[in-house]
C-alpha cells in the first residue's frame, strides 16, 4: 500500500534515515507501487525500487546514512 506521509513509513526506513531521505523514499514507494500495479510481488519491488532511490542520493557511512 502507498505512504502517505513519512510517519507511515516502515519503523526500519524511518528510524535509520534521515527525514530528507525518507522523502525520497516515500516519492519512489509511491510511484512504484502505481507503476508495477499488474505484479503479484509490487510491495517487494517498490521497497526495492525506493531503497535504490536513496541510495542513489545517500551513503551509508559508519552505520550512519550521509548525503552524498
Known amino acids: 500500500m502507498p505512504y502517505r506521509e513519512t510517519f507511515d513509513l516502515p519503523a526500519s526506513v524511518r528510524n535509520h534515515l534521515p ?3 525518507q522523502e ?6 509511491n510511484n512504484a ?9 509490487r510491495e517487494v519491488v517498490a521497497h526495492k525500487v525506493a531503497w535504490a532511490a536513496v541510495k542513489h ?3 551509508k557511512i559508519d552505520g550512519g546514512w550521509v548525503r552524498k
Request: negative net charge; charged residues 25%.
Open 19 to 21: 527525514p530528507h531521505a
Open 24 to 29: 525520497i523514499y516515500l516519492a519512489a514507494f
Open 33 to 41: 507501487w502505481e507503476e508495477y500495479a499488474a505484479r503479484e510481488d
Open 57 to 59: 542520493a545517500y551513503i
